[in-house]
Structures are given as C-alpha cells and as structure tokens.
C-alpha cells in the first residue's frame, strides 16, 4: 500500500517565478492538506481540500492556491514568488469520514527561492 | 498559536524509556491528543492520538491524566533511530464532519544518547 508521495523532491526557482508542487494521497484517503515548514519551525497550515473543493485555509496570502483531481490527488501553487517562500512544503492525506481523519504526510517537496 | 506546551529539549539513553510530557489545560471536551514525529528534514510520522483513555500501539504508548489537561508519550525502549522532534497536538475529532489542519508548535526535540 502507498504512502503518500509527492513530487518533485527538490526544486530551485528564483523570485518572481511560478511553481507548481504535485501530491498524491494514501490509498482510501480523499481529503488532502498542504503544510508549510520554514527552516527550524513546525509546519504551518496551508489549505486543505476535499471533493475538489478548498474547505479551509490557513493564513497564508493569495499567491498559494491549490487544487484537487477527481482522483483526490493535488496540486500547491505558489505564484510571484519570494525569497521567504524557501521551506519544505508538506503534503498530508486523511480519509474525511469516521471518528477521526489522522493525517498521514509525504516526505515533502524542498523549495528554494534564489 | 499552539495549545499545547512542551519541553524545548530532552536526552534519553538509549534501551531506556523515553517519557515526553505535553501540557495542554485549555482542551476542549471533543479535542484529542495527537502525536507526531518529524526526523530531520523527512515528513511528520503519525504515532498515536487518544481522547481520554490510554493508548497502547505498536510504536507507543500515551497516558492522558484524568483532567485531560496533560499527556506523556511513552516509547518504552528508545533506540538511536528515535532522535527525533516530537509534536503534541490538540484537535477536534470529524465526528464525519471533517476537521481541520493541524496546528504544531515548536515540539521537544528528543535525543536519544548511546
């Protein structure tokens, strides 16, 4: 059974630029929410969707929007970007429905902006 | 800002258990605890989560105290492999309802000594 996956690991851009970072979700799961971990701090909420819809956001600006397939996987994209736009950017899936949804996260995607 | 407050640091020797404390007195009646780990630059690793009763799985064990206003994470025999910075969260249970991203704080970061 496959964990949650993301693409691409590694990614270098410079300021100004666009970038789109891709998540596929655990097996089962349909819900996906993007995180973001600046260097030395915990990660910080980004938006989360379900049934291709954002359903809750994060305080985070404009330039992230995102968006969710028929086949529950996403995307994160970040225009205009900036030099403090550089973190890991996390990618969690969880099932919606039951008790409780535990998010489970992929290894991540390493964003730097030059 | 995070509910929850942990120590910044802590060192375990290794076969030893290692016991994370978590303080968490403003949680709400339907908020349960959860804990994560996050190796150095990989994704956060779900661990356990409880509302009120004690946790037993595989990985840990988790003890919430009656009040529920404090936790501990217990990894009963730590090895090397378990230097990590761990998370303690609070949040709703979906009830099928969906629930919300979830909010870290700085963590404890543990090290594990041989």
């Known amino acids: 059974d496959a964990g949650v996956t993301q693409s691409p690991t590694h990614l270098i851009k410079t300021r100004g630029q666009q970038v789109t970072l891709r998540c596929s979700p655990k097996s089962g799961h349909d819900t996906v929410s993007w995180y973001q971990q600046a260097l030395g701090q915990g990660p910080q909420f980004i938006f989360q969707y379900y049934e291709e819809e954002e359903r809750q956001r994060g305080n985070f600006p404009d330039r992230f929007s995102g968006h969710q397939f028929p086949n529950y996987s996403s995307e994160l994209n970040v225009n205009a970007l900036l030099l403090g736009d550089s973190a890991l950017y996390l990618c969690a899936s969880s099932p919606l429905a039951g008790l409780t949804d535990t998010q489970y996260f992929g290894p991540g995607t390493r964003l730097t902006v030059l | 800002d995070a509910k929850t407050t942990q120590p910044t640091s802590m060192d375990c020797a290794e076969g030893r258990a290692a016991n994370l404390p978590c303080n968490h007195s403003?949680?709400?009646?339907?908020?349960?605890v959860y804990w994560y780990r996050q190796i150095h630059s990989q994704g956060p690793q779900y661990i356990i989560h409880?509302?009120?009763n004690n946790e037993t799985n595989e990985m840990a064990s988790l003890i919430i105290t009656e009040d529920r206003k404090s936790s501990t994470l217990i990894l009963p025999h730590a090895t090397l492999r378990d230097t990590a910075v761990y998370y303690c969260i609070v949040r709703v249970g979906t009830g099928g309802g969906g629930a919300d991203g979830l909010t870290f704080g700085k963590g404890t970061h543990l090290i594990i000594q041989p």
């Open positions: 403003t949680i709400s009646g339907n908020e349960y």
């Open positions: 409880g509302l009120k």
